[in-house]
């Protein structure tokens, strides 16, 4: 075995020693970000990288001499004064600015047990995590979060995106080297790191190039202060950010104002929900709640549906000619009144060229139906910028589910090569009135002008026209299991549907 899978498999069995005494996964992982990036601070002020650290002091007791919050500080307490001295040490980082603050604000000590943290600390202690590979930090710290999202206590699954969906939402868009990249609801930072491994792969960068990717290239918002914590980690586990440089993640709402950010691309898989707990408004818009309500004048609609405002958020966002790969769930694409104008605004304004309909059984959240809406913002003009909207049905006859038949990349590719990255305006329909919809990738991959859209009851692009397979066929139900799954998160989504209009109803 290797020493990067001895490594691994160290990392993991302790999680499951700590899970045994009721330390969750969250916990584990918020522990191991405190501890690592104390331990890999203390490396870089050594041979060869002999970087200098401006560091906090702390004080157990009136008598002895204060000492720095580093790893050298740390390693050397133990028992009592260990749990002590870690316990100021968390609180005292989190005062401070940049990274450094955000990794450690709101921290606490969650493993009670000071031996147990004492071997936590040796675990780490005894590896030089700068010279391990870039991707083995990654893998490990990627494998905890994965974990933490599929422990449904714990409520991480809302941030954790599929890795093999983000990986081919990131190849359709292509991002190219020295442009930004931004995700105005970034969770743990998934989509900046398959936007990072594409560009690492794809291109020969230079030193300015790399530079740039490294402090320049991403930013975003997270208002969960423990996700954005674990965000900041694992895109410093991947050579993103500098250990004391400044966050490049807000903690601030990304909907409460316009703050003046324009990219050339937005990745994102913003927070499926109800309503806002605030209403956004336009210039025109009445005002509810007029105190918790915000003024957005670049807003299409006044609504409620945190959804429909991201929506016009990332529109805002983009530059000219700037792309956006933008999660969204079903609602987004039929609902009325502010949904329809959003919908015929976007059709405007920007070319909505691909939607990719999403299967059930993907997310950590069940009952979600969703989609990936892809989109090139462009300049004012009199005519509507979108010419056609090509759809591409990946939920009709496909079952997945999180543990037995998982989404893996593979079966993202047809998509992609229909959607042909290289260049759209090469297109080709694989659907046809003659086609058997019951097989993929033929018939899934269909054409509707702008004039076909505009001619739907309110601009609806919740567009269908495969048959189902199970209702042509008694003989190709799916499995039992996958079955039982299936009718769950349609009563769940249905249940996410009645409790969205109650809330409407009741305001």
């Known amino acids: 075995m290797s020493t990067d899978s001895n490594l691994i498999s160290k990392v993991w069995n302790f999680a499951h020693v700590l899970r045994d005494d009721g330390v969750g996964y969250g916990d584990y992982l918020e522990q191991i970000t405190y501890l690592l990036f104390l331990k890999m601070a203390d490396e870089m002020t050594k041979p060869p990288y002999f970087k200098k650290f401006t560091l906090p002091s702390i004080k157990l007791k009136d008598d002895e001499p204060a000492e720095l919050c580093n790893w050298e500080s740390l390693s050397k307490k133990r028992g009592a004064d260990l749990e002590t001295f870690y316990t100021q040490l968390l609180r005292t980082l989190g005062n401070e600015k940049g990274i450094l603050?955000?990794?450690?604000?709101?921290?606490?000590?969650?493993?009670?047990?000071?031996?147990?943290?004492?071997?936590?600390?040796?675990?780490?202690?005894?590896?030089?995590?700068?010279?391990?590979?870039?991707?083995?930090?990654?893998d490990i710290y990627e494998g905890?979060?994965?974990?933490?999202?599929?422990?449904?206590?714990?409520?991480?699954?809302?941030?954790?995106?599929?890795?093999?969906?983000?990986?081919?939402?990131?190849?359709?868009?292509?991002?190219?080297?020295?442009?930004?990249?931004?995700?105005?609801a970034c969770g743990t930072g998934g989509f900046f790191l398959g936007a990072y491994d594409?560009?690492?792969?794809?291109?020969?960068?230079?030193?300015?190039?790399?530079?740039?990717?490294?402090?320049?290239?991403?930013?975003?918002?997270e208002i969960v202060a423990s996700t954005r914590r674990l965000c900041l980690m694992n895109m410093f586990l991947h050579?993103?950010?500098?250990?004391?440089?400044?966050?490049?993640i807000s903690p601030n709402d990304a909907l409460i104002a316009d703050e003046g950010i324009r990219v050339d691309y937005v990745l994102a898989n913003p927070p499926f929900g109800k309503k806002s707990s605030m209403t956004i408004t336009n210039e025109e818009g009445e005002q509810e709640k007029q105190d918790l309500s915000y003024n957005r004048q670049d807003f299409w609609a006044t609504t409620s549906n945190k959804q429909l405002n991201f929506l016009q958020h990332?529109?805002?966002?983009?530059?000219?000619?700037?792309?956006?790969?933008?999660?969204?769930?079903?609602?987004?694409?039929?609902?009325?009144?502010?949904?329809?104008?959003?919908?015929?605004?976007?059709?405007?304004?920007?070319?909505?060229?691909?939607?990719?309909?999403l299967p059930t059984g993907i997310f950590y959240a069940h009952g979600v139906k969703a989609n990936v809406l892809f989109f090139e913002n462009k300049p004012a003009?009199?005519?509507?910028?979108?010419?056609?909207?090509?759809?591409?049905?990946?939920?009709?006859?496909?079952?997945?589910?999180?543990?037995?038949?998982?989404?893996?990349?593979?079966?993202?590719?047809?998509?992609i090569d229909c959607y042909h990255p290289e260049n759209r305006h090469d297109r080709v329909e694989t659907w046809s009135e003659e086609t058997t919809a019951f097989t993929s990738p033929e018939g899934r991959w269909r054409r509707f002008t702008y004039a076909d859209i505009l001619a739907r009851d309110k601009t609806n692009l919740d567009i269908t026209w495969l048959k189902d397979k199970s209702l042509a066929d008694l003989d190709s139900l799916p499995e039992p299991d996958e079955l039982a799954q299936e009718i769950i998160e349609n009563i769940e989504a249905g249940l996410e549907s009645f409790k969205t209009i109650l809330s409407v109803v009741g305001e």
């Not at 974990?147 to 093999?164: E, I, L």
């Not at 690492?200 to 918002?221: P, R, V």
């Not at 805002?316 to 956006?324: M, S």
């Open 101 to 138: 603050g955000q990794i450690f604000i709101k921290s606490q000590n969650k493993v009670q047990d000071p031996a147990k943290l004492l071997k936590i600390i040796d675990m780490i202690g005894q590896t030089q995590w700068l010279m391990v590979d870039t991707d083995t930090k990654g």
């Open 144 to 184: 905890l979060l994965e974990r933490n999202a599929q422990d449904t206590k714990s409520g991480a699954g809302q941030y954790f995106t599929p890795r093999a969906l983000i990986k081919a939402m990131v190849e359709c868009i292509d991002p190219k080297p020295h442009k930004t990249i931004h995700d105005p």
């Open 198 to 221: 594409y560009i690492t792969e794809h291109y020969t960068l230079d030193k300015e190039q790399k530079t740039f990717l490294k402090n320049k290239t991403f930013s975003g918002n």
């Open 239 to 248: 050579n993103i950010g500098e250990i004391d440089g400044e966050s490049f």
């Open 314 to 357: 990332i529109r805002t966002l983009l530059k000219v000619n700037g792309q956006a790969a933008v999660v969204l769930p079903d609602n987004v694409l039929f609902e009325g009144g502010a949904g329809e104008t959003v919908r015929k605004e976007l059709l405007k304004t920007t070319d909505l060229h691909t939607i990719l309909r």
């Open 381 to 415: 003009a009199r005519e509507a910028w979108t010419k056609a909207v090509w759809v591409y049905d990946y939920r009709t006859n496909i079952h997945h589910t999180l543990k037995k038949n998982p989404l893996r990349y593979e079966d993202l590719k047809p998509f």
